[in-house]
């Protein structure tokens, strides 16, 4: 008696032919047949009836699908159980980031081949929601890029600086505007593509109030979008120096930055954030370090 044979006798008890037991099965009738004639010897009873009108249950073999379904059960709480003293020591790492990925897969990669044993789980998610994620616990630790306003939504996570930065309009390297600082009237003049990221909104609202509507021609999408659209129609975007400068999108190369601090105040921290209870290991950490 073999698991197979098992599983083929709850499939045909729950369809009405081999026909179709055997379709959903992916074997061929004959394969089926056999497989539970031979169960049938075995158990020395017989589990089903055949005729033209179908395959139906014998009394016996009623009375044996339910032991049947108990030990399929019980053979794939088995095989789950041997998949987790595998991995037992294996550490599962789920990271949240705003924009930035690239530097984590290369420290991820670095760890792999150096024989360390890891699971990771990385999602990419505005700063805001990251927040919110890793205060769940849907997330264990997040990359988050936040003005002073914004640290004040952490609570009791806690943070861990790797770098400050700013709030920068970027421009393509042969705009004239790089050569001085920019005005106002020229500020109207720019068609802004923007991230989708609410800190990130929220400076761009402050900066329409004070100097008037800017013109937004993108708003959303993925970064990687709003770089290739911004590249091709000669456009500006609104992002934060470490979203450029640790990005792998070789378009970010293209555009160069224009500092609008006279204009708001543009300071941003780069940091992770985690619940206070949460154990950095020395490999979570790896994973962690900018270079």
Excluded: C
């Amino acid at each position: 008696m073999i698991i197979e044979q098992i599983k083929y006798f709850v499939v045909l008890a729950n369809n009405k032919t081999i026909t179709t037991a055997a379709n959903q099965l992916h074997i061929s009738q004959a394969g089926l047949s056999k497989a539970i004639s031979l169960l049938e010897i075995e158990l020395g009873f017989s589990l089903v009836q055949r005729s033209r009108q179908g395959t139906v249950l014998t009394k016996k073999g009623q009375a044996f699908l339910p032991l049947a379904k108990q030990f399929i059960s019980s053979y794939n709480q088995m095989i789950t159980g041997a998949q987790e003293i595998k991995t037992a020591n294996k550490e599962n790492i789920r990271i949240a980031l705003a924009n930035t990925t690239s530097f984590i897969e290369q420290n991820f990669i670095n760890l792999q081949q150096s024989g360390v044993k890891l699971s990771l789980n990385m999602g990419e998610f505005p700063s805001s929601k990251i927040i919110t994620l890793v205060k769940n616990g849907q997330f264990d630790i997040g990359l988050v890029a936040i003005n002073r306003a914004a640290k004040k939504t952490l609570g009791n996570l806690k943070f861990k600086l790797i770098r400050k930065g700013s709030l920068r309009i970027y421009v393509k390297k042969d705009n004239p505007l790089l050569q001085h600082l920019i005005s106002i009237k020229e500020l109207h003049k720019l068609n802004f593509f923007l991230f989708e990221d609410e800190y990130n909104d929220h400076l761009f609202d402050v900066l329409q109030s004070r100097i008037g509507p800017l013109n937004v021609i993108f708003h959303g999408g993925s970064n990687d979008a709003v770089a290739k659209i911004a590249d091709q129609l000669n456009g500006a975007i609104l992002a934060r120096d470490f979203q450029i400068e640790l990005s792998d999108n070789p378009i970010f190369k293209k555009f160069l930055p224009i500092n609008i601090s006279p204009f708001l105040d543009s300071h941003f921290e780069l940091g992770w954030i985690y619940r206070p209870n949460y154990h950095l290991s020395k490999n979570i950490i790896k994973l962690m370090t900018i270079k």
